[in-house]
């Protein structure tokens, strides 16, 4: 083979080998911070996994996208303050509240988060009570966090949590439950971005209360596109779960407020229920970021 031909074809090998090396090669590390651990992604920073004992319950903020480096999600605006960011909580467990602010009507505290793993992909461990003044804690759950970067233009956090209940548990019907995400104003729907699921839905009206496997939200930021998807599991209790939407930029699918759990759920000691969640943060719309197909993947694993 001539000289020329053999240059052009290492040319070639290299241009379509330099992307997956580019992602195989990217180091994700985390580190503890305080009462927080931080997570970058190459030399860019993601997220901090957060478990601040002044907080009402861990949660992941910022969320960054992988393009402008701005969280797709926000926490702490006036009109829904117990919003934070990417979390997971519920509302009327056997009296208690661990969804709304008010620390002392229920929290859900971090025993110690561990990082188990870090170089492809980080992951982190963690056991959380659920407690309040005057009460015997109803639960327990252990969550396990894994962080990757599929692309460059697309992160991902696995979120799987195991409920324990340590008595019987009762819990009222409620849409303040399990995992969410609070987005970012300027993706969100009322500012012209696009929330959208997997039977190709989209707003609030279109979307509250249906099943699905999925939801995406996304919107313009300057000269590119960026947004947050949440998969469910098919494992998941009760999938698909109903999604509870709002334009202003809330998503969470949760099966507490619709049949067949719209009255009170009752859970005898000792009951462990597992669910799995896929957060993607990506470039483009759904279409581009092929949310569709990353759930088929997903519901394989």
């Known amino acids: 083979m ?6 052009a074809t290492v040319t070639w090998l290299m241009a ?58 926000s926490m702490r605006n006036g009109e829904y303050p117990h919003h934070s960011s990417l979390f997971f909580g519920c509302d009327r467990v056997n009296g208690g509240n661990y969804w709304q602010e008010g620390l002392e009507r229920g ?29 015997e804690s109803p639960i327990r759950d252990t969550r396990k966090i894994i962080i990757t970067a599929p692309s460059k233009v697309l992160w991902q956090i696995d979120f799987e949590v195991t409920v324990e209940t340590l008595m019987d548990v009762e819990i009222l019907k409620t849409n303040h439950s399990l995992f969410s995400a609070r987005t970012a104003y300027d993706i969100s729907v009322k500012n012209g971005g696009v929330m959208i699921n997997a039977e ?42 109903p999604w509870f939407t709002r334009d202003y930029g809330f998503i969470s699918p949760t099966l507490l407020y619709w049949p067949p759990n719209e009255v009170d759920v009752r859970l005898s000691k000792g009951e462990k229920i597992t669910l799995r969640y896929r957060v993607l943060v990506h470039a483009g719309d759904h ?12 519901k394989a694993e």
Not at 217 to 223: C, E, I, L, M, N
């Open 2 to 7: 001539k000289k020329s031909k053999i240059l």
């Open 16 to 73: 379509v080998l330099a992307p997956a090396m580019t992602v195989a090669q990217t180091q994700i590390k985390a580190v503890p911070n305080g009462s927080k651990i931080d997570v970058t992604i190459g030399n860019r920073f993601f997220t901090s996994y957060i478990t601040s004992i002044e907080e009402k319950y861990p949660f992941f903020f910022p969320v960054n996208g992988p393009v402008t480096g701005g969280s797709v999600t």
């Open 107 to 135: 929290q859900i505290i971090s025993k110690g988060a561990k990082i188990v793993e870090q170089g492809a992909r980080v992951v982190i461990t963690d056991e959380c009570v659920w407690q309040r003044p005057g009460a």
């Open 200 to 241: 190709g839905e989209r707003g609030e009206k279109a979307t509250f209360g249906k099943p699905s496997a999925w939801m995406d939200f996304y919107g313009k930021r300057a000269d590119t596109v960026e947004g947050i998807a949440i998969l469910q599991h098919p494992s998941n209790m009760d999938y698909p779960a």
């Open 287 to 298: 279409l581009t970021a092929d949310i569709a197909g990353q759930f088929e993947q997903y």
